[in-house]
């Protein structure tokens, strides 16, 4: 459970290719690491440090792991083989991460980033969860817990042993996200029907956005094809795993048009005609908190994309398909996990505004 190794700093400074944006590696160790990219942010909320997991410390497992930007120095987390590196995001306090273990129960937990011991939060017998999505406050998290095939879309104090049923009698329901303000509307995506929907968190007013495949691509499963990732060892989501997002303070969702590579889309939070925001065939999307900088990947290179004109600015080429950027959480960088040249997955870090 604890933390058992730590890492001097790594990193080393390079430029970006074509683009000329400074690019600096965080890892060169000889294993695979990804950042979290299920939340809104890797970086706790002051930004002095990078969650993700790896499978550096050893085993078939991936593990979390801390990397202090400041120091660079990396301290090894977690020593388990119940995380799930798709349902772990950073507390608000800054000093946990909340996480979902695998298990015979559906367990959520808060881990200390300083010892790596965990205090259950919720267990759901005979169930499995999918997410763990940080509400804007950090009062909650949100998750499916499914149940004999039936889901409901849950809120998890973080806390602990506090739980609110938001809406159940769902099937094939994924992706939930909280709303990144204080009304802690529910995003979430069903399967059957494939929609694009949003629920309030009382339970009401849970309305369509979007129908079809096209709003949201490949139903994402926390354990499918492990080809799309650079190790032979790890389990993550199909390679199309972009769910919808919120763009900035809420008032749109952002989706990828098709079930592959696809347009950049919004549709107003209370449903209505979405609009298209890039036509670059993308394949992942994220927004900034103020919601007027998009970070994208589009064919090989990650893009910065202006919701408003269009307008794209080349970030870094030559990328792998599997690529998720995502912003840090003063927007100033953009965090991201791609293959070095001996093919292990490394974090890298580049910066959009220099100072």
Request: negative net charge; contains cysteine.
């Amino acid at each position: 459970m604890a933390r058992s190794d730590r890492w001097p700093c790594e990193p080393g400074p390079l430029l970006g290719p074509i683009t000329g944006a400074r690019i600096e590696q965080l890892t060169a160790y000889p294993a695979h690491h990804w950042h979290l990219s299920a939340p809104d942010t890797p970086l706790t909320p002051a930004g002095d440090s990078l969650l993700f997991a790896s499978d550096r410390a050893g085993g078939f497992h991936p593990n979390l792991f801390r990397l202090q930007i400041r120091t660079g120095a990396i301290e090894q987390v977690t020593g388990t083989d119940r995380l799930d590196p798709e349902a772990v995001t950073p507390a608000a306090n800054g000093r946990e991460a909340i996480a979902s273990l695998a298990g015979e129960e559906g367990e959520l937990v808060a881990i200390d980033l300083e010892t790596g011991d965990w205090e259950t939060l919720a267990v759901f017998l005979r169930a499995g969860l999918d997410g763990c999505h940080r509400s804007a406050a950090g009062e909650y998290v949100v998750t499916v817990v499914t149940q004999e095939g039936e889901g409901t879309i849950t809120a998890v104090h973080t806390e602990g042993m506090r739980t609110v049923p938001i809406l159940g009698e769902l099937h094939g329901a994924t992706a939930a996200r909280f709303s990144p303000d204080s009304k802690n509307s529910v995003l979430y995506v069903t399967t059957a029907p494939a929609a694009l929907r949003c629920v309030e968190f009382d339970g009401t007013g849970d309305w369509e956005l979007y129908s079809g495949v096209q709003a949201f691509g490949v139903r994402c499963s926390a354990r499918s094809d492990r080809s799309d990732r650079s190790g032979p060892n790890t389990e993550h989501r199909t390679l199309n795993a972009c769910p919808p997002s919120w763009l900035g303070a809420g008032d749109e969702v952002l989706f990828i048009a098709g079930s592959g590579q696809g347009r950049i889309m919004a549709v107003p939070r209370q449903g209505g005609s979405p609009r298209e925001i890039s036509p670059l065939p993308c394949r992942w999307v994220r927004s900034n908190g103020t919601g007027d900088r998009l970070v994208a990947l589009a064919a090989d290179r990650i893009v910065l994309i202006d919701p408003r004109s269009g307008g794209v600015r080349p970030l870094c080429s030559g990328c792998s398909a599997w690529v998720r950027p995502c912003f840090s959480p003063d927007a100033r960088w953009v965090v991201y996990a791609d293959r070095d040249a001996q093919g292990y997955s490394q974090l890298f870090l580049a910066f959009l505004d220099e100072e």
